[in-house]
């Protein structure tokens, strides 16, 4: 039986084959030509004045907070509707990831819960853009504003999501970006920093490179001590011509994902709510399920039948280790992770079988 996968990755090898025996031949393969290129078109495409690569939008993450010097002392509010590495890299530090419920219908942050939760211990809020929804940044942007706390955008999902125009990343004080096989740039593994403050660019500029500033004819000049969460040059040359097609990719996913709402609404199963004026990348395509299903025994059925799918993604707050540290479960965040499901979305995938197998386990 033939599988259909999630997610296929939007780069074959031909693309590359060319440019990959380059590499070979110079016998560089880091901190070369094809991460400067991918920097510069990452900061080309999204209209940012500065992007940094890193090993994963989890490394981004965690080095953005120790950028604002987070510490055990410090609070950090996350949206809870996430993957864990949003809440971890808060807790690696020492600091209290604190919860906030999302929306039933964005997915996102509920800005009522932000005000209602920020402390003086408030540090930092991670806005979640949830599976690249970029709805509902702006209000969270203003609130963070107004009470002088940054703002980090978890973009891992969201390259290529705008809001009025406006890419993500470009709202927030700093944004985290994603090339896991999962993300519409796929690097293997691999993220991104994007900015427009210059400060903050010089800081991971340093720290990034093992804190050295300079460079002279014998060697480096370490003004920091500092990290290496480089992406390799092999990464960045696949990142780097994925990106070039990023607009053709989110058009083709959206065309997939109201095929999917077309036929999937009328048997009761309802998209993620996307606000008017906001592009989605369709990062991933999550619907609720319809009342009365098994949201488990569906994605079962569609593995009997050859087709991949998966929850929306987690409830934080539920994950065992911050329950039982924390002993808190929020409402929303909770529902969303027992009764939401994805559906694969990729250029070329046959939508008519996944459909059919769906209307098929409706009627069981």
């Not at 110079?26 to 510069?40: D, Q, R, V």
């Not at 990719?249 to 999917?260: A, F, L, Q, V």
Request: with cysteine.
């Amino acid at each position: 039986m033939e599988k259909t996968r999630l997610i296929a990755p939007y780069i074959k090898y031909e693309e590359v084959e060319e440019d990959l025996k380059e590499i070979f031949a110079t016998g560089i393969f880091s901190s070369g030509t094809y991460g400067e290129l991918f920097k510069k078109e990452l900061s080309n495409s999204l209209k940012v004045n500065y992007s940094h690569l890193t090993t994963s939008a989890t490394t981004a993450l965690w080095i953005s907070l120790k950028m604002f010097g987070i510490n055990n002392s410090d609070e950090v509010i996350v949206s809870d509707f996430s993957f864990p590495a949003t809440a971890n890299v808060v807790e690696d530090l020492g600091a209290k990831p604190v919860f906030a419920d999302v929306s039933l219908d964005t997915f996102n942050m509920n800005p009522k819960e932000l005000e209602r939760l920020i402390s003086s211990k408030t540090k930092a809020v991670i806005f979640v853009n949830a599976l690249g929804n970029p709805s509902g940044i702006k209000e969270i942007f203003d609130i963070c504003k107004s009470y002088k706390i940054p703002l980090i955008e978890d973009a891992a999902c969201a390259i290529g999501s705008k809001i009025e125009g406006y890419n993500c990343g470009t709202f927030s004080d700093i944004s985290c970006i994603s090339f896991h096989p999962r993300k519409l740039i796929c690097t293997g593994e691999g993220g991104a920093i994007i900015t427009n403050n210059e400060t903050w660019s010089k800081w991971l500029e340093v720290k990034l490179k093992h804190g050295a500033s300079s460079r002279t004819d014998y060697g480096l000049i370490f003004s920091d001590f500092g990290y290496n969460f480089r992406l390799s040059e092999i990464q960045s040359l696949l990142g780097y011509v994925q990106l070039k097609k990023l607009k053709q990719i989110i058009s083709e996913r959206n065309k997939i994902r109201d095929t999917y709402i077309k036929y999937l609404y009328p048997l009761g199963f309802v998209p993620q709510k996307i606000e008017k004026g906001a592009l989605f990348n369709c990062q991933s395509i999550v619907f609720k399920i319809p009342k009365g299903i098994n949201r488990n025994k569906l994605i079962n059925f569609l593995k009997t039948q050859g087709i991949e799918s998966t929850l929306g993604t987690y409830s934080m707050s539920s994950n065992s280790y911050f329950l039982d540290k924390y002993k808190v479960i929020y409402k929303n965040s909770n529902f969303l992770e027992k009764n939401t499901i994805t559906f694969p979305c990729f250029n070329g995938v046959n939508l008519i079988p996944i459909i059919n197998t769906i209307s098929d386990f409706m009627k069981k």
